[in-house]
């Protein structure tokens, strides 16, 4: 089955909050219709209440109705605005020349190009005809008698067209806060989902990938796509709605340069698609070399003691240098691009679609007699600059659409990793026995780190494994833990196979304790129980005092309770230790794996921690990685390991007697105790 595209998995987030999105897109076009009706409320009130008294006026009877003009004794009234039982005397013309109104004692043509003559004589021209004709020039007064009956209706269009846009910034309101809402929920069920898988992935997936690097993934690509949501994605569905109520608009308006403006859509399209193959090889290489950067401060930050002390500031400095200008370089070539988008393309654009709108409007219609009325003229101009502004939006929104489409792709990418199936249905608590048999593991193909290994240790024993390093030693507990799976061969547990259960069963009845104890930023406590509710603050407590970590807690001024840094570096390692301890006795395990648990532990804290282990092995099956011999003399079975194989064991006395390769790291390490003394 192939992957989904990084466009449909968007699209599935956003179908998360499909309710909410889909009434702010509702509000979205009751917004856009309520808006675009002021052309149309406009054109009414020009051609029909402002330049409309440039039309033909019939001499009526009587004064029969809010529309009729009393003009030199006479009554008169717009033809179009005649009904049946109006008598008609005679008719007459009212024309516009310039600035002036002329009235006119006859029935002539109001569509022509006008002219005066002297005072008294106009000159009409049409395609047809030239004819002057006598006139009379109107006062303001004068004029005024005709305006007056379209003064109340322009004012009702007005205050109709007021209240439609109070209307529609509601539903702007209303549209803005539901996308808004459903796409920081969008953003925050990705996120979600995102940690949560990134813990059911294996270990295996974390050992080559730098830290920074999977937690750009989740903070900036994420970020990157709330972008998406939050703003490209009204931009472009508000742009899509806009044009396309502007663009029925324009075909109510006039056909033929609908038709002419429609050609900006595929030009659009093919821009967009050019846009897309340059910008995403751009973003791609600009967010992962961001993935690198944080990465590599985050090894810089943790290892700058060492950086600092081995003189490797500048040789650092240099490193992170030549990503900067990677992502700097990268991005002025996106920044050229954008520039170009954002500007020039509408522009041109824009300069293009008026150039046709002159031509035909200028030439084409004044040319068959001026049959456009100055209403649609207005209507059409205010449309066509309304029509630009979702386009600039758009293309402006064009990188932002890059980035996340890009970041999108990486984020996927780590959610298409096969996971591990959840499992933490409770388990009976392990008896303890533990058995290897004919164990093959290996963390690159072929590359065997555990030869066919067999071991038993029974349940309650302490088992030790000791060798030199690489010899496979951790590789034991990380097989045991089901963080990695053996290629051939069983792992046993109470003689079951851990493969029959899931990893999360297999793991809740061991606890470890490793070299370096990680500490947990939050208090002591919460170090202790992971906040877990089903370890009480008495049992986290008992479990601290059980392994003499109440010694330094009570010097604390919040004690228990006292906040803990990152990493715990308020404390020493000894006490780090110890609350590595608590942690596992908190938890109570069946199965206890100590991880040189003791290796950077001074000799003095070393009596402590002695006894803490002593505390902690008490009734549990103990599997002990140890390079100090001293803390495993007393081991029920002790394992050498060499190159992946058990090449000897015994207790510690019987492993003395064997005259092997105990013997002498033992008397390796005594040796050199005896020099230090």
């Known amino acids: 089955m192939s992957k989904r595209t990084t466009e449909r998995q968007l699209f599935d987030y956003a179908m998360t909050s499909k309710k909410s999105i889909s009434l702010g897109l509702c509000c979205l076009i009751i917004a856009v219709a309520l808006e675009l009706t002021g052309p149309f409320i406009a054109k009414h009130v020009i051609d029909n209440h402002i330049v409309g008294i440039q039309a033909h006026w019939a001499e009526v009877t009587e004064n029969d109705d809010k529309y009729t003009v009393s003009f030199q004794g006479n009554y008169l009234k717009r033809q179009d605005r005649l009904t049946n039982s109006d008598e008609v005397i005679h008719t007459n013309t009212l024309l516009q020349s310039g600035r002036d109104y002329y009235f006119v004692n006859d029935n002539v043509p109001i569509n022509g190009n006008v002219s005066v003559i002297n005072e008294n004589t106009l000159k009409i021209e049409t395609p047809d005809n030239i004819e002057e004709v006598e006139a009379t020039s109107l006062s303001v007064t004068d004029l005024y008698a005709f305006f007056k009956p379209e003064i109340r209706p322009i004012f009702t269009l007005l205050f109709i067209y007021i209240g439609l846009i109070m209307i529609a910034s509601v539903f702007q309101y209303l549209k803005t806060y539901l996308l808004q809402v459903s796409s920081n929920k969008v953003i925050q069920t990705m996120r979600n989902d995102v940690f949560e898988h990134i813990h059911r992935l294996p270990v295996r997936y974390f050992v080559n990938r730098?830290?920074?690097?999977?937690?750009?993934?989740?903070?900036?690509?994420t970020e990157a796509i709330r972008e998406l949501y939050v703003k490209v994605l009204e931009t472009f569905v508000n742009g899509f709605i806009y044009m396309t109520g502007i663009f029925i608009a324009l075909f109510l308006l006039n056909v033929k340069l609908a038709f002419i403006c429609l050609l900006l859509l595929p030009i659009m399209v093919?821009?967009?698609?050019?846009?897309?193959?340059?910008?995403?090889?751009?973003?791609?290489?600009?967010?992962?070399?961001?993935?690198?950067?944080?990465?590599?401060?985050?090894?810089?930050?943790?290892?700058?003691?060492?950086?600092?002390?081995?003189?490797r500031t500048k040789a650092t400095q240099e490193e992170f240098e030549e990503m900067n200008y990677r992502h700097f370089h990268y991005q002025m070539k996106l920044n050229k691009l954008n520039a170009f988008t954002s500007f020039n393309l509408v522009n041109v654009l824009r300069n293009l679609a008026f150039v046709a709108f002159i031509w035909y409007f200028g030439g084409a219609s004044l040319s068959t007699g001026g049959l456009i009325s100055a209403g649609v003229l207005y209507a059409f101009v205010d449309y066509l600059t309304r029509l630009f502004e979702p386009v600039n939006q758009i293309v402006n929104q064009l990188p932002h659409l890059e980035q996340a489409r890009v970041a999108g792709a990486r984020v996927f990418e780590l959610l298409d990793e096969s996971g591990e199936d959840v499992d933490n249905k409770p388990i009976t608590k392990y008896k303890g026995d533990v058995r290897f048999r004919n164990v093959w593991f290996a963390y690159e193909e072929d590359d065997f780190i555990i030869k066919d290994m067999s071991f038993c240790v029974k349940a309650g024993q302490t088992a030790a494994f000791v060798g030199h390093t690489g010899s496979?030693?951790?590789?034991?507990?990380?097989?045991?833990?089901?963080?990695?799976?053996?290629?051939?061969?069983?792992?046993?547990?109470d003689?079951?196979?851990?493969?029959?259960?899931?990893?999360?069963?297999?793991?809740?009845?061991?606890g470890i304790v490793l070299q370096d104890p990680f500490i947990f930023t939050g208090t002591i406590l919460s170090n202790i129980t992971l906040n877990?509710?089903?370890?009480?603050?008495?049992?986290?407590?008992?479990?601290?005092?059980?392994?003499?970590?109440?010694?330094?807690?009570?010097?604390?001024?919040?004690?228990?309770?006292?906040?803990?840094?990152?990493?715990?570096?308020?404390?020493?390692?000894?006490?780090?230790?110890?609350?590595?301890?608590?942690?596992?006795?908190?938890?109570?395990?069946?199965?206890?794996?100590?991880?040189?648990?003791?290796?950077?532990?001074?000799?003095?804290?070393?009596?402590?921690?002695?006894?803490?282990?002593?505390?902690?092995?008490?009734?549990?099956?103990?599997?002990?990685?140890?390079?100090?011999?001293?803390?495993?003399?007393?081991?029920?079975?002790?394992?050498?390991?060499?190159?992946g194989k058990i090449i000897e064991k015994g207790t510690h006395v019987e492993l003395l007697q064997q005259n092997g390769n105990y013997l002498q790291m033992y008397e390796m390490q005594q040796g050199k105790l005896s020099i230090t003394t």
Request: net charge positive.
């Open 210 to 221: 730098p830290a920074g690097k999977i937690v750009a993934r989740v903070t900036n690509d």
């Open 532 to 643: 877990n509710p089903a370890i009480s603050r008495e049992k986290a407590v008992a479990a601290l005092q059980a392994v003499g970590a109440d010694q330094f807690i009570k010097k604390l001024p919040k004690q228990y309770d006292q906040p803990v840094r990152e990493s715990g570096t308020q404390f020493s390692t000894g006490q780090r230790q110890l609350l590595s301890f608590a942690r596992a006795l908190a938890y109570d395990p069946a199965i206890l794996i100590l991880d040189e648990a003791t290796a950077n532990i001074d000799t003095e804290t070393e009596g402590l921690i002695q006894d803490a282990m002593a505390v902690l092995k008490r009734g549990r099956t103990t599997l002990v990685i140890a390079h100090r011999l001293s803390t495993i003399q007393q081991a029920d079975q002790i394992f050498v390991l060499e190159r």
């Open 270 to 311: 093919v821009w967009m698609k050019l846009y897309k193959n340059y910008a995403g090889n751009f973003n791609r290489i600009i967010r992962s070399t961001i993935s690198e950067i944080n990465g590599k401060i985050n090894e810089s930050i943790q290892g700058m003691p060492i950086i600092q002390a081995f003189r």
């Open 495 to 510: 003689g079951l196979d851990t493969k029959q259960l899931s990893r999360q069963q297999v793991r809740s009845h061991i």
């Open 472 to 493: 496979g030693k951790s590789s034991i507990m990380n097989l045991l833990f089901r963080f990695y799976d053996p290629q051939k061969g069983v792992i046993e547990i």
